[in-house]
């Protein structure tokens, strides 16, 4: 591990605990930021996340906790980045360590809310990290399952291409296949708008509006998809790898996908704010509509009628029946 050196994961949640969980299978010792200490003297009784994946067990003999981000990352070579896109920035903006020559993995499936960026260029401008020290983790991958060690795929991207084969080591198993990938950009921005497609996937369930039109939508969503992810970062890529259509896929039909278990509320007649109370977790994808929906009509600007339609209903109060009708009309 001479290029990655020590790894602190950075984040407490389900996919921090799963990413966690893969690392200590191939590393020694891992540093570990979780941000309450009264959740790091439970994770040290129980040996185990009490709030996340509870049925995972940890050596934590082997996990250097910290409280304090600082601490975290001030003698890890590598940071696992896997907070919740709506809490990122108030964490990160904690840190106060030079980071600018460590290498940064992003497993946070959103953009940074009001800088409306993805989360590896907010690190090269903020601290002035390397864009080459910079990797993503994408790909059809619900923590549940990588935790419980069923067969998955992860897409690791990174512009060293090494880099990204050292990383898959570091999180290597016998049911963990790693893909590689040069399309950081891509599989970030395609990490967002899954979870858009997740939302309006679910409020077609939550209206029994029925697979046949489910089926049109995630079809109409992938080749949305593809236009916004060919404008914002032009270079040759297959829409139906599993970077960018698997992770769609999965979002879109999981009953482990909170975005669909949101817009499954929304399409049942819950109002927005009820279903955001209702939620156990963060649903990523209505902040990243908003995100979004302001790249797209500031920057952008290709035809995404999907991500304007969930916009309606989630930030314009226009019905799921009326904004779902008119989108129909919109398929092909």
């Known amino acids: 591990m001479a290029t990655l050196g020590k790894i602190a994961v950075i984040g407490a949640g389900s996919w921090a605990t799963a990413l966690a969980k893969l690392l200590l299978g191939n590393n020694e010792r891992i540093n570990w930021y979780v941000r309450r200490q009264e ?17 995972v067990t940890f050596e934590t003999d082997r996990i250097d906790f910290h409280s304090d981000i600082n601490d975290a990352v001030a ?46 260029e907010w690190f090269c401008r903020n601290f002035g990290c390397n864009d080459r020290n910079m990797l993503v983790i994408g790909g059809p991958c619900h923590a549940e399952e990588v935790a419980l060690d069923h067969l998955s795929y992860l897409t690791i991207g990174c ?44 409020m077609v369930n939550g209206m029994k509006a029925g697979d046949n039109f489910k089926a ?58 009820a279903a955001k109370m209702e939620m156990e977790m963060v649903a990523e994808g209505y902040y990243g509509t908003q995100c979004m929906h302001q790249i797209n009509g500031t920057t ?13 209903i989630l930030y314009s109060g226009i019905s799921p029946k009326k904004a779902f009708e008119a989108l129909s009309e919109k398929f092909s």
Do not use: W
């Open 159 to 202: 512009h060293d291409i090494a880099k990204s084969h050292e990383f898959g080591r570091a999180i290597a198993g016998q049911r963990l296949k790693t893909i590689y990938s040069e399309d950081v950009k891509g599989i970030e921005y395609a990490a967002v708008l899954k979870n858009v497609y997740a939302i309006a996937s679910g």
């Open 75 to 120: 003698d890890a070579d590598t940071l696992v980045v896997a907070i919740p896109s709506p809490y990122f920035k108030n964490e990160a903006e904690k840190i106060t360590v030079d980071i600018s020559g460590k290498n940064i993995v992003s497993a946070v499936k959103g953009l940074v809310p009001g800088d409306n960026m993805i989360i590896t």
């Open 39 to 55: 959740r790091i003297d439970d994770f040290i009784r129980y040996h185990r996340n009490t709030v996340y994946l509870s049925d």
């Open 300 to 312: 952008v600007k290709v035809d995404m009628p999907i991500l304007d339609c969930v916009y309606d």
């Open 216 to 273: 049109m939508l995630v079809c109409n969503a992938a080749r949305e998809m593809r236009r916004f992810i060919d404008a914002i970062a032009p270079r040759k890529r297959d829409i139906c790898r599993s970077a960018y259509l698997g992770d769609l896929l999965v979002t879109s039909y999981s009953l482990f996908s909170r975005n669909h278990n949101f817009g499954a509320m929304i399409g049942k007649g819950h109002s927005v704010k």
